[in-house]
């Protein structure tokens, strides 16, 4: 069931061995460059060493289907992957420039964006030169409805001014962030799904102001999630992306194989979860047997297999259904792991947590950090609420075809 090709396993194993090879042996270089920086947004060395390595053993944008940017690979051949590299969330992603957002900005940029765009921002992007951030969700409103999205842009004459204030802007505050995507409001009249439009805005334009970094239960991730105000920021018409009103088609667009990427690194993320437990409660001994021994770690055990298989085939088979049927076709399935894979992957950290004692709530495990991040999984691209609804109606309407639709 959902065989990879020749080429997918071909790529699956070369990825493998470079982890091996390179990225694990590199975490501890990449702590130790973080802490002797003393900068929680420092880009430590070890990280262009490892994209120098891994372009030049073509391991490199695997994420764009697109072939004239990438190696055209399916959803489905991605997300394994995807998943590979979730085993070191921290830095295999970027090492190989396949992380978020850049990945969704990149394939924005690819569909939407105009020559002008693809030569400042997707050549030099591809090229892992530069990053880039998406600036949608605001602090004053529910953003997981993002027709409630404030961000004025007003057209003038050949420029259009933007003002609001974003948060959650991940990326903003990596060292080589140098364009923002932002999503605002073109024409507040028009039809409630046309009222949106996107514009790219490089980072240093006048108006645009970083003004905090938001830490993660604790946690200042490297990347930096921040809040961004936009006050008078004049861009040209050019800015924009597609057409006015165009903001949540585009907005679909990126996030469908987004939320695939996600989905398969949560699922590496617990695989990895997984093999600590396992050392962990091997390694220790309590009352005289193995921690190993006690049957209550046996069915963490266990019941953690059984939930990374049940997620891992769903995803997969969301890749597979929009390789073949399409993203619409897909919806239900999307929405499913969106909603299964993090919560997946929590369960098995907060069982590896259990097992590693005090060291598990410590920096001297990676766990603590992990749980931190798929718990902000959870909200990321949409809160569960959100596709549970849309999982909901669609169950609704699959027995009542009309239903809430006199009503919308």
Same mark, same amino acid.
């Given at each position: 069931?959902?065989?990879? #090709? ?46 120098? !390595? ?45 992380? @978020? ?24 992007? $591809?090229?892992? %030169? ?28 050949? %420029? ?5 204030? *974003? ?12 364009? $923002? &995507? ?44 921040? !809040? ?26 990126? $996030? ?8 398969? +690194? ?14 962990? @409660? ?6 005289? %047997? ?13 019941? #953690? +297999? ?46 590896? &947590? ?7 709530? #410590? ?24 596709? *549970? ?10 027995? #009542? ?8």
């Amino acid at each position: 069931m959902f065989e990879l #090709s020749d080429r997918g396993q071909d790529y699956c194993d070369r990825l493998l061995t470079f982890m091996d090879e390179h990225v694990y042996p590199a975490e501890s270089v990449y702590r130790e460059q973080m802490r002797a920086s003393g900068d929680a947004n420092h880009h430590p060395q070890v990280l262009e060493d490892l994209k120098a !390595e891994a372009r030049s053993q073509g391991l490199w944008n695997l994420f764009h289907p697109h072939p004239e940017w990438g190696p055209g690979l399916t959803n489905l051949e991605y997300a394994h992957l995807a998943e590979i590299t979730g085993r070191s969330i921290e830095i295999a992603p970027e090492a190989i420039n396949c992380n @978020a957002p850049d990945t969704g900005n990149m394939e924005v940029l690819t569909l939407f964006g105009t020559d002008e765009h693809k030569e400042k921002y997707l050549k030099p992007l $591809l090229a892992g %030169e530069m990053a880039s951030a998406f600036a949608m969700t605001e602090p004053a409103v529910a953003s997981s409805d993002a027709t409630n999205v404030e961000t004025s842009m007003v057209r003038d004459g050949d %420029e259009y001014v933007i003002n609001g204030r *974003k948060w959650w802007t991940s990326n903003a505050l990596h060292r080589n962030c140098k364009v $923002l &995507i932002v999503m605002g409001k073109t024409d507040p009249d028009a039809p409630t799904h046309r009222q949106q439009s996107m514009m790219v805005v490089p980072i240093d334009t006048p108006g645009v102001k970083i003004e905090r970094g938001l830490p993660v239960f604790g946690y200042m991730d490297r990347e930096g999630h921040a !809040e961004v105000t936009f006050t008078d920021v004049r861009v040209p018409v050019t800015a924009l992306l597609a057409e006015e009103g165009d903001g949540f088609m585009i907005s679909q667009a990126r $996030l469908g194989p987004g939320r695939i990427h996600h989905c398969m +690194r949560a699922i590496g993320v617990a695989e990895r979860a997984l093999d600590l437990m396992i050392d962990r @409660a091997q390694s220790r001994v309590t009352f005289g %047997e193995p921690v190993a021994n006690r049957a209550n770690i046996m069915d963490w055990v266990a019941e #953690s +297999r059984i939930e990374i298989e049940m997620a891992r085939l769903l995803t997969l088979k969301a890749a597979h259904m929009m390789d073949t049927v399409g993203n619409k076709v897909a919806r239900t399935e999307i929405a499913a792991i969106k909603v299964a894979a993090p919560a997946v992957a929590l369960k098995v950290i907060d069982r590896a &947590i259990q097992v590693h004692g005090g060291g598990g709530v #410590s920096d001297d495990f990676p766990l603590a950090q992990w749980y931190a991040h798929m718990r902000t999984l959870r909200l990321a691209d949409g809160p569960d609420e959100v596709h *549970k609804m849309t999982i909901a109606r669609r169950e609704y309407r699959r027995r #009542s075809p009309q239903w809430g639709k006199q009503a919308s």
